[in-house]
């Protein structure tokens, strides 16, 4: 339950202090976090330069996501470095007057973990095991839907209203929907008043990166605010349906991987039941695709900086 305000104040501080100490030629920060643009904020004031993985990404609405997408935008002209995910977040950064020789279009080093953890679970069966052993996964005869919700934006009546179609989704008895709730109250709360012990919904602890991967691997969809998932569902060959009105990853939306449903109940009902009632548009949209990068960006944005 920390403020914005307290939480970038302690991050600034704290990283100046490292930034003295260490006396770095680069900082690297990524994404759009209160981290990222705090840490960016503090290296501005020490003079390193910044390179910003991540950027360039606009929904052009600074109040959707929020504060993310201010958070992007006032990293831009204080970074020194722009390693883009796509074309579409390069043209974004021109547009605001980015030198285009400051600019890579490196792809998304996310998708490079996305990647690097698939292969782990491949070669790996005892962290395979493990992982799955923690995981309600799906019986053969239900599909298992994937489910996160964290957003700041969205309000508890905007939560209850997913909520009422999770239920009515779970009603339909052939799928199983799992959900991992986020450890703020303002999430938690009313999220689990509304679904605990609601049959054919599961509610787990937040999960870590390898079995947040193997659901994602298993699921038939997803519904979900989250960002990065809206790149990697799309490179995973799996729908996803956004909780958003608006999002900085429009291309995954443009290519038919994904749907904006907002917090509707209703359309959320109808686009899960879509899905699942119409195999012809399911299979249009669990379509394996490269849209935010091919597992290599790490390695491109090394050597550029190098």
Not at 29 to 40: E, H, K, L, Y
Request: hydrophobic letters at 40%; proline letters at 6%; aromatic letters at 4%.
């Amino acid at each position: 339950e920390q403020s914005l305000a307290a939480l970038t104040a302690a991050i600034l501080d704290g990283l100046s202090n490292v930034l003295d100490a260490e006396q770095p030629d680069w900082l690297v920060v990524q994404g759009d976090t209160s981290s990222a643009f705090a840490a960016a904020l503090a290296g501005f004031y020490a003079a390193v330069p910044v390179l910003h993985v991540e950027s360039g990404l606009r929904s052009h609405d600074p109040l959707n996501p929020w504060p993310e997408e201010a958070h992007r935008r006032m990293i831009s002209p204080i970074a020194t470095l722009h390693a883009a995910p796509t074309a579409a977040a390069a043209l974004s950064l021109e547009r605001e007057g980015i030198d285009r020789k400051n600019i890579l279009i490196s792809g998304n080093s996310g998708i490079d973990a996305l990647h690097k953890m698939c292969g782990r679970l491949d070669q790996d069966t005892d962290l395979l095991t493990r992982t799955q052993a923690r995981l309600p996964l799906s019986r053969p005869d239900k599909r298992l839907i994937f489910v996160t919700c964290h957003r700041r934006e969205q309000r508890v009546e905007r939560m209850q209203g997913l909520a009422r179609a999770l239920v009515r989704l779970a009603a339909r008895g052939d799928v199983e929907i799992v959900l991992p709730t986020h450890p703020s109250p303002q999430v938690h709360t009313p999220l689990h008043k509304a679904l605990y012990g609601k049959t054919g919904i599961s509610l787990v602890p937040p999960l870590d990166y390898a079995a947040t991967v193997c659901l994602l691997r298993t699921c038939h969809f997803m519904i979900s605010d989250s960002g990065g998932l809206q790149e990697e569902a799309p490179a995973l060959g799996k729908p996803i349906l956004v909780l958003r009105d608006v999002t900085e990853r429009q291309e995954a939306v443009d290519a038919g991987a994904a749907i904006l449903v907002g917090q509707s109940e209703e359309r959320i009902l109808t686009e899960a039941n879509r899905l699942l009632d119409h195999p012809t548009h399911y299979a249009g949209m669990a379509r394996l695709r490269r849209l935010f990068g091919d597992g290599k960006a790490s390695a491109r944005i090394v050597e550029h900086l190098m």
